[in-house]
């Protein structure tokens, strides 16, 4: 495969005759304004100057690699045969601007009429979602997007009129649902929704996981998927084993090849054959020989890398991922300060606490406030517990700076229990949640993105589900939600948040993380106060499968042996089939 990284540069890098005039900064202007395109992935974008810089640079990526690939069919290449030769697969809605570009091209330089244009677009495109966040589906103001690509504006425009025309002979009069489908947003300014933009043109859209996939057709597209139900579809996300078991998990992957050859590399489904082998004592013997060797592995590099100290001889309970508040960082931390305050309290003796290390990885987008705030939290908190001699050799809090893959190759393969504790119907996939299980961690999770089809999998047995599922999430929203209820009910709940609110985590400054405490307990968007008492007791169940190490290795091994499906082999095989219609080259 081809992979391009686009750079910008300026068409004239420097004014030779300002620069002698003395104005150095005005020289170079086009060279910094030209290179700002492609300086960074994903600019902060709360001021308006950060989304104008994204816009650029999504029209910037969309329109090289349009014109790249365009070129390269050579210049007797009728356009016309395009969608026989290509299928854009629109991933996600940032490179979605790539379908008015197409029409201009087509119509301005190379002199289809509209009909045509359209003909050829609407083959070319398919759309996957990532998301269910409202708030991630793109809408372009107007205003930016007039002024920045009018020519694009207009065609969006035409094709929007086109689309409602359909609309209009489909369902005559229903005024209401012309404005829910119409790919330009009325308020709460005029913008166009780049989702409704790729769902029109694309000929095919996926979600990324059987839940998700579910959800885009009832709930965010349903206008859509009622007038074309043909268009959905769903490819569940895979993770490669080259990277994820054979590189980051050496160990791991000779015990699998010793035992049932090499072919799991290239057909991860084969790993099924390990199933026989939980039962047999000298293989989880040897699988928990590797876990084993993996934490070492992992000490060793956080003892270097980020000067910790990591103990290898208890649960490592691992919750790494972006961090944002529908992924629930906080839960894992009310978790933690929960054991904390109990034991410090002395409602609970340390000796009854099964010994854990929690490692936090996350990374935070730089404009989200609460998101840097709860890092701030996790690190106070961690800076109590390991310094406080009462849960000593019980528990340990970790936050390495900087999780990245690097990081997350040393990480995975070392856990015990992997956190995958999002809001129902919040986290479209996940794809650490494979990766994990892959490495024989077990989940405990909520019944959310690929969550779902891993418990089906491996089996209820050998995964701990909690919290509310989807239908009981929205019923609670709709119902009207009230935080506080659960915060006054649960009295354990209410302990541990008073003593975040009371300035324990902070030398005694309540006012520190008063933001994080008092949205949780008067907003909580993400319901982390309505799963404590479910978490809270689904950690007990882990506490007790620990407790016996020959059950936990078997139902590891077992989680191995059943996540074959989750290769991103499988994945590509499904958008062969599903999208791209294509035979594959292997
Ligand atoms: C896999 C991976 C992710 C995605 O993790 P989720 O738990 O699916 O959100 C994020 N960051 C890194 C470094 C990863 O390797």
């Known amino acids: 495969n081809t992979l391009r990284l686009w750079s910008a540069q300026a068409t004239q890098a420097f004014d030779l005759s300002i620069f002698n005039a003395g104005d150095y900064a005005q020289a170079v202007r086009a060279q910094t304004f030209a290179e700002n395109i492609s300086k960074v992935l994903y600019p902060e974008d709360s001021t ?152 029109v043109a694309g000929i095919k859209v996926n979600g990324v996981a059987a839940l998700h996939s579910q959800l885009l057709r009832d709930k965010v597209l349903n206008d859509f998927a009622e007038l074309w139900p043909d268009k959905f579809t769903n490819v569940t996300n895979g993770v490669t084993p080259r990277r994820f078991m054979k590189l980051a998990n050496p160990d791991l992957s000779n015990l699998i090849t010793d035992a049932i050859g090499s072919g799991w590399v290239t057909d991860l489904e084969r790993l099924q054959e390990l199933a026989p082998l939980a039962e047999d004592p000298e293989f989880r013997a040897a699988f928990a020989k590797a876990k084993q060797a993996n934490k070492i592995r992992l000490r060793d590099r956080l003892r270097v890398r980020d000067g910790i100290e990591l103990p290898t001889d208890q649960m ?14 906080t839960l894992k931390l009310l978790h933690i300060v929960s054991l904390y305050e109990q034991i410090v309290s002395g409602k609970v003796k340390a000796s009854e606490v099964t010994p854990r290390s929690f490692v936090f990885g996350a990374k935070a987008a730089p404009g989200y406030r609460m998101a840097k705030q709860i890092i701030h939290l996790i690190n106070a908190v961690g800076a109590s517990v390991n310094n406080e001699p009462l849960v000593e050799g019980r528990l340990k809090v970790f936050f390495p700076a900087n999780y990245n893959v690097t990081l997350a190759e040393r990480l995975i393969p070392a856990a015990d229990l992997s956190e995958q504790i999002s809001l129902a119907g919040m ?160």
């Open 427 to 586: 986290e479209a996939s996940g794809t650490g949640n494979m990766k994990f299980a892959l490495n024989g961690a077990l989940t405990i999770g909520t019944d959310d993105g690929a969550n779902v089809e891993i418990r089906e999998l491996v089996g209820d047995d050998n995964f701990f589900l909690f919290g509310m599922d989807e239908p009981k999430v929205a019923e609670l929203g709709a119902r009207g939600y009230q935080p506080g209820e659960y915060y006054e009910s649960n009295p354990q709940l209410k302990a541990t948040l008073d003593l975040i609110a009371s300035g324990h985590f902070s030398g005694g400054d309540p006012m520190t993380f008063e933001p994080v405490v008092s949205n949780l307990v008067h907003h909580d968007r993400f319901m982390a106060l309505a799963d404590f008492g479910s978490y809270i007791e689904a950690q007990q169940r882990v506490d007790a499968l620990y407790s016996d190490p020959e059950a936990w290795t078997r139902s590891a091994i077992l989680n191995v042996a059943r996540c074959g499906f989750f290769s991103s082999d499988r994945s590509m095989k499904d958008y062969i089939k599903r999208i791209w219609n294509t035979p594959p080259a292997l």
């Open 48 to 199: 308006p100057q950060g989304k104008e810089l994204r816009l650029q640079q999504q029209y910037f990526f969309v329109a090289c690699s349009l014109r790249d690939f365009i070129d390269g069919q050579g210049p007797d290449f009728d356009l016309h045969d395009l969608p026989e030769r290509v299928i854009f697969q629109l991933n996600d809605t940032h490179p979605v601007i790539a379908v008015p570009e197409l029409m201009r091209i087509l119509i301005d330089e190379r002199g289809f009429e509209w009909e045509d244009a359209w003909a050829v677009t609407s083959k070319c495109f398919a759309y996957t979602c990532h998301t269910l966040l409202p708030e991630a589906l793109e809408v372009w103001s107007v205003d930016l997007l007039g002024r920045l690509l009018p020519r694009h504006l207009e065609i969006i425009y035409k094709i929007n009129e086109e689309f409602l025309d359909l609309v209009r002979e489909t369902w005559p009069d229903d005024y209401l649902r012309m404005g829910r489908m119409s790919i330009i947003a009325e308020y709460p300014e005029r913008g166009v929704r780049m989702a409704f933009l790729a769902t």
């Open 316 to 329: 490592l309970d691992v919750m790494v991922k972006r961090l944002h508040e529908y992924k629930r960082q």
